[in-house]
């Protein structure tokens, strides 16, 4: 229990709800998954984000904790706790922006897929809650294999008739991320300054980053190509081995999802030129959900950009690439649809 305040009773937890109620600008942001790995480290960056008002921390565990470390910070979001599906509906009630990253990690051995049986289920039930309580906000969903559960989150908005696909959003930002970094150090320069497209879905070989497009303009040699192209592909598993049974990313990951979360938000203020890698439900390929280039506003994706001019190392890649992906997205289409 928050202690009352010496000076005037509650008055201060007034003026904070007044605060979340408009008195400051800003948007209302919840995260699903608030107390795990990637959720604390997230909530804490969401918590120093100017654009961010009001900030919903919600899980099945440890939130009380979480929200009592989160909301002592002294920036302008007020933030609020939720613990367990009965106050799902407080959490979600009101929200611009809902980040999911709910559900179990990978450990040594196991791939993305692997998670499915756990996972699908955890993103039918939040996303049925989003349904009900907030239908019209953007999602950003962190919770793998991406590449089924954003058309399972697709499906269940369908099926409720709510669905907007402007505004589902897979989150593949660590892929870019990672593609920056691990490029800018091939290239000896500093990483900010490097944008790698990375185009596909978010697991093994379906990640599939255009090493010809890399702005600034360089050229690699095949060597570094098959190098980088191999680290970007399983930056994921290079983590899961170091941490050794104790998770996934999570660090990095609640950096990348940041950086994406604070971009849909610029572009729901609607500033110009946002453009970030997403993945969405798509018609640049035959497939129906793809990751590629795309411009946020006001209402979400707003502009696909094309693929652009591929070599003949990442048009081979796309093949089997778009392989894959059309299977996991199936299998995330057939959780919802056979029921
Ligand atoms: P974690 O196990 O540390 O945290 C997951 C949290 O979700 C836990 O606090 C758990 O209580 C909560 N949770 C479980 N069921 C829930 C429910 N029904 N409602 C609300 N919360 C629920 O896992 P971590 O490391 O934070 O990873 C979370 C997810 O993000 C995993 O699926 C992981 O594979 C995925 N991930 C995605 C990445 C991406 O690039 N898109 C990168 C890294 C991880």
């Known amino acids: 229990l928050m202690p009352s305040n010496p000076k005037n009773d509650n008055s201060f937890l007034e003026r904070a709800n007044c605060r979340a109620k408009g008195g400051a600008s800003g948007f209302k942001v919840a995260i699903l998954g608030a107390a795990g790995g990637i959720g604390q480290s997230l909530s804490l960056l969401m918590k120093i984000n100017p654009l961010v008002s009001v900030l919903h921390l919600y899980d099945v565990v440890n939130t009380p904790g979480v929200t009592a470390d989160i909301s002592h910070m002294d920036t302008n979001a007020v933030v609020r706790g939720f613990l367990g599906q009965q106050q799902l509906e407080n959490a979600l009630t009101g929200m611009d922006l809902v980040i999911i990253p709910a ?22 039930t939040l996303c049925e809650g989003i349904t009900m309580y907030c239908p019209h906000t953007v999602v950003n969903l962190i919770s793998n294999p991406v590449n089924s559960t954003v058309p399972i989150a697709a499906e269940v908005f369908k099926k409720a008739g709510t669905y907007n696909p402007k505004r589902l959003l897979g989150v593949t930002m660590l892929d870019v991320v990672r593609a920056n970094t691990f490029v800018a150090e091939v290239l000896g320069i500093n990483p900010i300054d490097v944008d790698v497209p990375v185009i596909g879905g978010h697991a093994g070989t379906t990640i599939l980053p255009l090493l010809s497009q890399v702005k600034p303009a360089c050229s690699f040699t095949a060597e570094e190509i098959n190098y980088l192209t191999n680290r970007i592909q399983n930056g994921g598993t290079e983590v899961v081995e170091a941490k050794a049974g104790a998770g996934s990313a999570t660090l990095s990951m609640a950096f990348a999802a940041s950086k994406f979360a604070d971009a849909c938000l610029r572009g729901l203020r609607g500033d110009a030129n946002i453009v970030v890698c997403a993945f969405v439900d798509s018609q640049v390929t035959e497939l129906p959900f793809f990751a590629s280039k795309v411009r946020l506003g006001r209402a979400g994706v707003e502009e696909f950009y094309p693929l652009g001019p591929l070599n003949e190392y990442e048009r081979s890649g796309l093949e089997i690439a778009k392989k894959e992906l059309g299977q996991s997205i199936a299998k995330g289409t057939y959780f919802i649809t056979k029921a």
């Open 103 to 124: 559900g179990v990690p990978r450990k040594p051995g196991m791939t993305r897929d692997d998670l499915f049986k756990i996972n699908a289920g955890i993103v039918r």
